[in-house]
């Protein structure tokens, strides 16, 4: 299996894009075979540098929360290597244990035929999905936005991320409403039950 390639990359994400947008075509973009398939999951190296971006966001959030409490900045410093510890292998746990759930499931809910390219543009689209929140955290590194509105604009972000999920589900999955909306339902779920599980684990 090679690695990832900078064509490859751009191509998924442009595909990505359209699939967003309902285009049944993009799918053609993608490599779908069994190699693509184990080779979408090296995305998650890709992703790195943008979740300890979000993960430096949230300790400066904290710090900030914390300071307004009167805490001191040195008490707030301590476990901050078991806040990226812990939520690095939460990352990891995340990326695998939903392909994992559900190639259990495909069978009983219809998506055995379209399982591997569900996964595959799943797993590519995140790249699309983590900018947005990216740009806002860059911006309140940097000073220019407060911490208020870095959590106000982050709602309406969930929930474009939701409905980019719902459309890959329609799109890749060839899922009907239901499934589409029980597959979004089911990811998130899974994702806040493993990040709660570690924050308690790592706290």
């Not at 999951?41 to 307004?68: D, G």
């Not at 604009?153 to 329609?170: E, M, Y």
Request: charged share 10%.
């Amino acid at each position: 299996m090679m690695g990832l390639g900078i064509q490859e990359i751009g191509q998924s994400c442009i595909a990505s894009w359209r699939v967003m947008k309902g285009e049944t075509e993009a799918l053609q973009q993608f490599d779908l075979s069994a190699d693509g398939f184990w080779r979408s999951f090296l995305v998650i190296f890709l992703l790195l540098p943008f979740y300890f971006l979000s993960l430096i966001s949230e300790q400066a959030l904290m710090l900030e929360h914390n300071l307004e409490q009167g805490q001191e900045a040195a008490e707030i410093a301590t476990g901050g290597a078991l806040l990226y510890i812990g939520k690095t292998l939460s990352l990891f746990v995340d990326w695998v244990i939903f392909p994992i759930v559900l190639a259990v499931l495909a069978g009983s809910i219809g998506l055995k035929r379209t399982y591997g390219p569900y996964i595959i543009v799943r797993n590519w689209s995140t790249l699309l999905i983590l900018l947005p929140q990216t740009l806002l955290n860059l911006l309140y590194l940097a000073g220019i936005i407060p911490s208020a509105l870095l959590v106000m604009l982050t709602f309406p972000i969930v929930g474009w991320v939701l409905w980019f999920r719902f459309q890959i589900a329609r799109v890749a999955g060839d899922c009907n409403f239901s499934t589409a909306v029980g597959l979004v339902i089911l990811d998130l779920v899974l994702s806040i039950l493993i990040s709660a599980s570690f924050d308690r684990l790592f706290a």
